[in-house]
T-cell receptor
Framework: QKEVEQNSGPLSVPEGAIASLNCTYS??????FFWYRQYSGKSPELIMS????GDKEDGRFTAQLNKASQYVSLLIRDSQPSDSATYLC????????????FGAGTRLAVHP | GAVVSQHPSWVICKSGTSVKIECRSL??????MFWYRQFPKQSLMLMAT?????????EQGVEKDKFLINHASLTLSTLTVTSAHPEDSSFYIC????????????FGPGTRLTVL
């Protein structure tokens, strides 16, 4: 069973703080990792993809990947109330599956 | 780029009727499309994977005779919920993956189905 684990939250952070969202996965052979944001009642939207160990920055978002530890995280700097949403971690499983496995998501609440 | 549309965005129907939902990739060719269902406050559940020109692959527990999927072209996949019942009421979301070795999935805006 290919699994992606996330804390369900809610993760509550004050406006302007750094929000740190974490995800672990079980398939050691996975090479592609994604973070999606889903607002209540809406469909997921892609925030970032990451393929190599280390950090990848895009604006206020930084994705971090550690394949040895099977761990991927998303940091949101200068958190805004508009960042309040559920963040979904997704891992691409190849080798016959060829599909994304999603975590259950972490609900982030940014309070003013 | 990478825009996926769905139609309709919401639909209300009577129990026993069938409902068709369309998913289109607007600016790229999608050899693979995916259909998800999401109940309130729950995570995405993959229903089936659809490859252009071939039969869909359904996830365990999803009735293929109830949820008919057609992927007749590189930009269009349809999901038909046959003989819908109130328990089929849900948020149905499609996603599409680009054809040339891409593994990134782009989601449509979703269709909210309510069966009375």
């Amino acid at each position: 069973q290919k699994e992606v684990e996330q804390n369900s939250g809610p993760l509550s952070v004050p406006e302007g703080a750094i929000a740190s969202l974490n995800c672990t996965y079980s398939d050691r052979g996975s090479q592609s990792f994604f973070w999606y944001r889903q607002y209540s009642g809406k469909s997921p939207e892609l925030i970032m993809s990451i393929y190599s160990n280390g950090d990848k920055e895009d604006g206020r978002f930084t994705a971090q990947l550690n394949k040895a530890s099977q761990y991927v995280s998303l940091l949101i700097r200068d958190s805004q109330p508009s960042d309040s949403a559920t963040y979904l971690c997704a891992v691409f499983i190849s080798g016959g599956y060829n599909k994304l496995i999603f975590g259950a998501g972490t609900r982030l609440a940014v309070h003013p | 780029g990478a825009v996926v549309s769905q139609h309709p965005s919401w639909v209300i129907c009577k129990s026993g009727t069938s409902v068709k939902i369309e998913c289109r990739s607007l600016d790229f060719q999608a050899t693979t499309m995916f259909w998800y269902r999401q109940f309130p406050k729950q995570s995405l559940m993959l229903m089936a994977t659809s490859n252009e020109g071939s039969k869909a692959t359904y996830e365990q527990g999803v009735e293929k005779d109830k949820f008919l999927i057609n992927h007749a072209s590189l930009t269009l996949s349809t999901l038909t919920v046959t003989s819908a019942h109130p328990e089929d009421s849900s948020f149905y979301i499609c996603s599409a993956r680009m054809g040339q070795g891409g593994d990134t999935q782009y989601f449509g805006p979703g269709t909210r189905l309510t069966v009375l």
